[in-house]
C-alpha cells in the first residue's frame, strides 16, 4: 500500500507550500474577488473606482444609424383582415390600405407571399418588397430617399 504524502513530507516545515507565509487562505490576501472594496475597504475604493477593468462600460459601441423596425410583405398580407379589423388598416374595395410610418415601422421588407392588393406608405422598401407588392396589384409609396428603396436604372 502506498504511504500518504503528508507522512514523506514530516519534517519538511512546509510540506510543499513554499515559504511560511504562503497557503494562508483568502483571508490572508484580504478576500477573493472585489473583497475589500466597500465600506472597510476605504483605502481600496479610489483605486477600485479608477480601474476600467472592473466598473464602467465596456466593448465596442456601434456608430452606425439605427435601420428601424421593420416587417416582412408576407405578415402584412397574412395580417391585413385582423388589421382592417383592428383600425390599423382601412379596406377600398379589394385593397388594404396601411400608413406603416403611424405603426411605427421604418422600412418594408421582402420575405412570404403577397395574396392580397395592398397600398403601402413606408419610409424605404427593399426592390424585392416593392416587386411582390405591384405582382399583386398593389402599390408602395415610399417617402424617405434610401439607396435601398429604389431600384437602379442603368442605362
Given at each position: 500500500?502506498?504511504?500518504?504524502?503528508?507522512?514523506?513530507?514530516?519534517?519538511?516545515?512546509?510540506?510543499?507550500?513554499?515559504s511560511m507565509k504562503k497557503h494562508r487562505g483568502a483571508g490572508h490576501r484580504g478576500g477573493r474577488g472585489h473583497a475589500g472594496s466597500g465600506k472597510r475597504g476605504d483605502a481600496k475604493k479610489p483605486s477600485y473606482w479608477k480601474d476600467?477593468?472592473?466598473?464602467?462600460?465596456?466593448?465596442?459601441?456601434?456608430?452606425?444609424?439605427?435601420?428601424?423596425?421593420?416587417?416582412?410583405?408576407?405578415?402584412?398580407?397574412?395580417?391585413?383582415?385582423?388589421?382592417?379589423?383592428?383600425?390599423?388598416?382601412?379596406?377600398?374595395?379589394?385593397?388594404?390600405?396601411?400608413?406603416?410610418?403611424?405603426?411605427?415601422?421604418?422600412?418594408?421588407?421582402?420575405?412570404?407571399?403577397?395574396?392580397?392588393?395592398?397600398?403601402?406608405?413606408?419610409?424605404?422598401?427593399?426592390?424585392?418588397?416593392?416587386?411582390?407588392?405591384?405582382?399583386?396589384?398593389?402599390?408602395?409609396?415610399?417617402?424617405?430617399?434610401?439607396?435601398?428603396?429604389?431600384?437602379?436604372?442603368?442605362?
Open positions: 500500500m502506498r504511504r500518504k504524502k503528508n507522512t514523506r513530507q514530516r519534517g519538511g516545515t512546509t510540506h510543499g507550500w513554499g476600467k477593468r472592473r466598473y464602467g462600460k465596456h466593448g465596442f459601441t456601434s456608430h452606425a444609424a439605427e435601420k428601424g423596425a421593420a416587417v416582412n410583405v408576407g405578415h402584412l398580407a397574412s395580417a391585413a383582415e385582423r388589421m382592417a379589423a383592428e383600425g390599423l388598416a382601412t379596406k377600398k374595395g379589394d385593397t388594404f390600405v396601411l400608413d406603416l410610418e403611424k405603426l411605427g415601422i421604418q422600412r418594408l421588407l421582402g420575405a412570404g407571399a403577397v395574396g392580397v392588393k395592398m397600398e403601402l406608405s413606408v419610409e424605404s422598401a427593399s426592390p424585392r418588397a416593392l416587386d411582390k407588392v405591384a405582382k399583386a396589384g398593389g402599390k408602395v409609396a415610399v417617402t424617405g430617399v434610401s439607396a435601398q428603396s429604389e431600384p437602379s436604372s442603368e442605362d
